[in-house]
């Protein structure tokens, strides 16, 4: 098991920042990729539609001139977010886009098509998808995905129900490529604990709302610092498929996070106004948000990722 060529030695950390809707924008990304993460957005972020190829202008001139400035110490790549969905009708227009910009990693989520992994490898990019299962982990490799991230229990936004241990160890059975995984993590320790379990690096969102850069409401990221596990609601209630919420910002709508009612999945929205509005006024948030006491920016973040993960490193290997 390794990294992908296009991430080896170019980590700081074996980290790749999730996509966050809404919250995810060029400061944001450029701080992780500068501090040494993957840094993402998810395309949907830019709107209206138009403004995507501005922003991977803004991404690729800030991090060429960090490079630039700081030969011995380059960023790392960033990556687009796609939602491969019926609901999302600026995917092909949005993925021509990253094919012009020779976007370097593309994360794909709610759906695996072969045409959207071939666009991508037109230019020598690469496709890590995110699935819940095994099942949907051998879909995404099969139709031409290059590596997987597996999203388990506790993971913010749309996230699954298995344990990591059980879903890495599934998926881990049939497939040496790139795998990271994700779920509850924020913590170097954790990242740590990760690879440990098989994968090749931790994806982390909910700890990066809390920073300085994210396009978060200041209420949002206080909730994310008061936040702890028990603060968080699993439900399908908003967009049709089931996400982790912050329990705060559903009773601030309104409703009983103890009663909420099912929603129909044949309703899922993810790319209309309707589903910005509900990550809008919802708080998306994993389980792992009761190690986030601050908000502080992206880079003093991956600053204490890294020296707890060196920390973790020391005490279990304390020869090497």
């Known amino acids: 098991m390794a990294l992908p060529i296009i991430l080896k030695d170019r980590l700081r950390v074996p980290v790749v ?57 380059p960023a790392a790549p960033f990556a687009v977010n796609q939602i491969v969905h019926k609901s999302n009708d600026r995917l092909q227009a949005d993925l021509m886009v990253c094919v012009k910009h020779k976007v370097p990693i593309v994360i794909t989520s709610l759906g695996a098509v072969p045409e959207v992994n071939e666009a991508v490898h037109s230019y020598g990019g690469i496709v890590l998808h995110d699935v819940i299962n095994d099942r949907f982990a051998r879909s995404a490799i099969r139709k031409g995905a290059d590596g997987l991230i597996a999203v388990a229990t506790g993971a913010g936004g749309h996230a699954g129900t298995l344990s990591p241990f059980a879903l890495v160890s599934e998926i881990r059975r049939w497939f040496d490529g790139p795998l990271f995984l994700s779920g509850a993590i924020a913590t170097g320790g954790a990242v740590l604990a990760a690879e440990a379990m098989g994968a090749d690096g931790a994806y982390i ?22 936040g702890s596990a028990s603060d968080i609601v699993y439900t399908n209630l908003f967009t049709g498929i089931h996400g982790n919420y912050l329990k705060a910002s559903i009773e601030a709508a309104g409703l009983d996070p103890d009663k909420l009612p099912e929603s129909d999945p044949s309703a899922m929205n993810f790319g209309g106004s309707s589903a910005a509005k509900a990550w809008k006024d919802i708080w998306g948030s994993g389980q792992g948000i009761g190690s986030v006491d601050a908000v502080v920016p992206a880079a003093a973040l991956v600053d204490r990722l890294a020296d707890e993960y060196a920390a973790a490193r020391r005490r279990l290997f304390p020869q090497a």
């Not at 992780?32 to 803004?58: M, T, Y």
């Not at 969102?205 to 008061?226: C, L």
Request: with cysteine; proline share 9%.
């Open 205 to 226: 969102g909910s700890a990066f709302i809390a920073t300085e850069e994210a396009r978060a409401a200041p209420a949002y990221k206080e909730g994310i610092v008061a």
């Open 17 to 73: 920042a999730a996509p966050l809707f809404i919250i995810s924008h060029p400061p944001l990304v450029m701080a992780q990729c500068k501090a040494g993460i993957v840094g993402s957005f998810p395309a949907l972020n830019a709107r209206p539609a138009a403004q995507l190829d501005e922003w991977l202008h803004e991404i690729k001139e800030g991090l060429a001139a960090h490079d630039r400035e700081h030969p011995d110490r």
